[in-house]
């Protein structure tokens, strides 16, 4: 004999589908969270980012590199403002707001200070001195996005953040390269790129 | 043995590990040697646990790095005294990259994928052309990490990945530089520059 179709669920249905809410639930909150938590890690970038580009238009601006040096300096300002602009977006669709870039040269040094950088924008007196803080702006990017890939979930994010700090470290060898010439374990000398923190 | 590189005869990697100067003799040292402070081993450990899923993904990596490896190790040879020592330089740190990755399979209880005997790296007939071989392979390189980041069901093991790759993208800036190219055309690193 055919069980008669009947619309109440029995205990165990009702279970299963309270089950399910309560998964779609916390499936939804934990997407809002690893968005929240994405947001948190884009909006360090670019602060980390705003750090770099201010720190290659203070070194352009007080006009010490030579004409070669300087047109390095610059083709790497715009690739470092490509990199605002992308995480300037990609935080805009996170719904965060983006930290403003250093108002002065001794708010940017204040930033250095809270890393493993030696030199500072105030004291740049020769090439060499600027092409030195250039390459350690590079390494602190290059730190950022090393402690920043574990945490974001977005995998879109994973991949932008992944090829910004490989660009960084193309960077950092460039000035490497510029600092010890001829010298290719100092300009290169890690087999895996971690940065500064 | 690794093949095309002399002329198109097969060359023993034996002989050819040899003929690649110092740092390229015993592979084993090698292993320890351009990865920085922080030995192998506790690289490895500090990338966390490797889940099943990335073993495969490893292995792909590896079979690359293997690849490029055999192309520094033939072609070094045929290098000028300005490119030699930057090829010797990365060949090193191609070896940490290889050994980082195939003790990343060994942690999750995997194979780590095996050089193949030979492989098929052209016919480069002088420096430049090396240069241009390993410029390909490197991009290669870059190409496939980039595809797989993502992929990698681990954070800390993506970060470890994500620190060979910006070591590759690297050794391509200067090998562009070598090639007379911008040695950083691309904000984003892809391989496809």
Redesign the interface.
């Known amino acids: 004999m055919e069980r008669a179709f009947s619309w109440q669920l029995t205990r165990r249905e009702a279970a299963a589908l309270g089950a399910a809410a309560g998964a779609a639930a916390l499936g939804a909150s934990t997407a809002s969270a690893a968005r929240h938590g994405d947001g948190d890690v884009l909006r360090s970038l670019l602060r980390t980012e705003r750090l770099i580009a201010f720190g290659y238009q203070h070194v352009l601006g007080i006009r010490l590199l030579s004409p070669g040096v300087a047109y390095l300096a610059t083709?790497?300002l715009?690739?470092?403002q490509?990199?605002v602009a992308?995480l300037s977006g990609q935080a805009a669709r996170l719904g965060v707001a983006a930290p403003s870039r250093p108002s002065s040269v001794a708010s940017a040094d204040r930033e250095l200070d809270g890393h493993d950088v030696s030199s500072r924008l105030a004291d740049l007196h020769s090439q060499g001195g600027c092409v030195e803080l250039l390459a350690q702006l590079e390494m602190v990017g290059?730190g950022a996005?090393?402690?920043a890939?574990?945490?974001?979930t977005d995998?879109?994010l994973?991949?932008?953040?992944?090829?910004?700090?490989?660009?960084?470290?193309?960077?950092?060898?460039?000035w490497g390269?510029i600092l010890h010439p001829g010298q290719?374990?100092k300009?290169?000398?890690?087999?895996?790129?971690?940065g500064r923190p | 043995m690794v093949r095309g590189v002399d002329g198109g005869g097969l060359c023993s990697r034996r002989r050819l590990l040899q003929g690649a100067g110092a740092g390229t003799a015993a592979s084993g040292a090698i292993l320890l040697a351009?990865?920085?402070s922080?030995s192998l081993r506790a690289?490895a450990q500090r990338a966390g646990p490797v889940a099943g899923s990335d073993v495969e993904l490893l292995n792909g990596l590896l079979d690359l790095e293997n690849q490029t490896i055999a192309a520094y190790t033939a072609g070094i040879p045929l290098l000028g005294p300005s490119a030699a020592?930057?090829a010797r330089?990365?060949l090193?740190?191609?070896l940490?990259?290889a050994g980082?990755l195939a003790g990343l399979v060994k942690q999750a209880h995997a194979k780590p994928l095996e050089p193949n005997p030979n492989y098929n790296l052209g016919h480069p007939r002088n420096g430049t052309e090396v240069l241009m071989l390993l410029h390909e392979l490197e991009r290669r390189q870059?190409t496939a990490?980039?595809q797989t980041?993502?992929?990698i069901a681990?954070?800390?093991l993506?970060?470890?990945v994500?620190?060979?790759?910006?070591?590759?993208?690297?050794?391509?800036?200067?090998l562009r530089?070598q090639l007379g190219l911008?040695?950083?055309p691309?904000?984003?690193?892809?391989g496809n520059e």
């Not at chain 1, 890939?149 to 974001?152: C, G, N, Q, R, V």
């Not at chain 2, 994500?162 to 800036?173: E, F, G, L, M, W």
């Open positions: 083709s790497f715009a690739q470092e490509q990199h992308a290059e996005y090393f402690l890939l574990p945490k974001l995998p879109a994973q991949r932008i953040a992944a090829q910004i700090m490989a660009t960084e470290a193309q960077h950092a060898a460039v390269g290719i374990r300009a290169i000398p890690d087999a895996f790129v971690e | 351009g990865c920085g922080t690289r020592p930057a330089q990365f090193e740190q191609e940490s990259h980082e870059l990490y980039f980041i993502p992929r681990g954070g800390s993506r970060a470890s994500a620190t060979i790759v910006a070591n590759d993208a690297q050794h391509i800036s200067i530089s911008s040695p950083v691309a904000a984003f690193a892809s």
